[in-house]
Each structure stands twice: as structure tokens, then as C-alpha cells.
């Protein structure tokens, strides 16, 4: 028998009836917390090998021991005025509800020259709530400030005006209201100043957890797919290049390409789908996205 087991039945015997009752409780509980411990190891270990293979987690998303709900009030300003939401079927809205209460407590929302309301606050947790629900780690801890802006500010980062910025020292996405608003307003013209720079911060956050998290393997590996397809199809990328299907502030560097790409997903993916079929799925890939209108 080891040395540490004899150990521990010698401390139990000295004890009395009543602490060795608790001496037990205890030592069963630890050995079920170890246990516990080494499966959850086990699991992630098999899932990340799975998610290697076929780009998908071995289970659900949404398993919550304790659902959040939203009042409604919230609820119908995001029925109004949230698309992909009011697409969702009514299991996966209570998932939804759920991530953007959940988000609307973790983020500290800051206002520069202006008072911040309820719906600002709705309208930019939702926004990330979309981007990562395909998704099981959806919280993206490289954001815990978002700083509101009534239109284009000064950034000290690079003494330039700015519509938006993700600030990662800081752990802050900043954004000018005014253009967030115009973002949403239209549709269609690929253009989301919220979509662009949450793109960014989930990139960040996913670089940094790409090891530890199968969500960020996900996403970064599917990136890293698309990114050897077309440098390697030069075709393809000329293709996309003349087609002017992205602006050209896509091809500033590769993150803001991902930014510029994930944009147009969001907002035309018919269009993308119909012109480049190769990027389209790459993206949904990425995005792990299998809802209605997509």
C-alpha cells in the first residue's frame, strides 16, 4: 500500500466517530473533484484532437447551469432591431438572452461627451453575442471597457480621428456612436463599425487562447485555412481583388482583411456565397454559423 494511503488510515483511526464521518466527506470529495479534474483533462484533450480533424466541438455550445433572461424591454428592442436574433428559433433566443446578460455585466461602459442608455449598451453586447454564437467561449476577455464617442474622436494611439479602435492595452474597443448607428442602419454595403472592431479583439483574444481553448482553435486555424488558400490560389485572390467585392482598406494587412472579410459575411452573405463560394465557407467555418440566413 503507498506510504501517503497508510498515512491517511492512521490520522483517521486517531479520530473520533463524529470527525471521522467529516475525515471521510472530505476525502471523498477530493478524490471526486481529481476524478473530475482528469476527465475534464481527458475531454479537452479529445475534443481539441477532434476539432483538429473537422473543425467542430464534440458538444454543445449552450449548456448553462443557470440560465439568464433579459426583461422585456430588452428583449423587444432586440426583436426590432436585431435581425439575426429574431431569426433564432425560441430555445436558442433564451442562449442568446442569456450571453448578452451575462455580457452586459462583465463590460463597463463609458461615455466621452455623452450619457450611455440601455440600448447602446443592448445593441453592442448582442453584436458580440452574434460573432461568437456559433461559438462556445464567447465572453473574449481581451475586452472589458467599451468606451462610447458621440462621432469621430482624437486617438492619442496614433494622433489621428478615428471611428473606432480596439485599444488592447487597454482592453477597451472604442467607438463613435454616430457611425456605429450608420453601421446598422445599412445593411448591405458591408460596412459594420461594430462587426469591424470586435473582428479585431476576437482575433487577438483567440491568437492568445488558440492552445487552451477549442473556440479559438476554431476560428484561427479556419483563418490560417483561408489565408494558405489564397496566397497559394492566386487566381482566386486576384479574383477577389478586382472583383471589389471587399474596399480596399481590406488589404491594409491581414487583420484588417479578417475585419473587412467577416464584415461582408455578416452583412451579404448571399453575395459572398454567390461570387466566392471557397471564402464563404471558410468564413462560416470560422464563425462556426449555421443559422437562418446563412
Known sequence: MPNFLVIV???????????????????????????????????????????????????????YIYKKSLQTDYKKFLKKNFRFYDRLPDKQKTYFEHRVSRLLKDKEFIGKNMAITDEMKILIAATQTKLTFGLRDYRI?????????????????????????????????????????????????????????????????????????TSAAIFIDSYYELKETLDRDTALKNKLITSKYLRDYAYTNQFEFLAVVIESFIETPKELKSQFPEIYEKVKEMLNFNFAGY
Open 9 to 63: 488510515l492512521q490520522q483517521r483511526h486517531e479520530l473520533s466517530p463524529e470527525n471521522e464521518f467529516a475525515f471521510d466527506v472530505l476525502t471523498y470529495a477530493l478524490i471526486i473533484i481529481s476524478i473530475s479534474f482528469i476527465l475534464l483533462k481527458l475531454f479537452y484533450f479529445f475534443e481539441m484532437a477532434y476539432v483538429e480533424h473537422v473543425k467542430k466541438q464534440l458538444f454543445y455550445n449552450h449548456i
Open 141 to 213: 476577455n481581451s475586452v472589458k471597457r467599451i468606451i462610447f464617442y458621440p462621432k469621430e474622436f482624437y486617438s492619442y494611439t496614433n494622433k489621428a480621428y478615428h471611428k473606432g479602435e480596439f485599444n488592447l492595452e487597454y482592453k477597451a474597443l472604442v467607438f463613435s456612436w454616430k457611425d456605429v448607428i450608420h453601421g446598422y442602419d445599412i445593411k448591405d454595403d458591408n460596412i459594420n463599425l461594430a462587426v469591424h472592431e470586435f473582428i479585431h479583439a476576437i482575433h487577438f483574444y483567440y491568437i492568445s487562447a488558440r492552445k487552451r481553448s
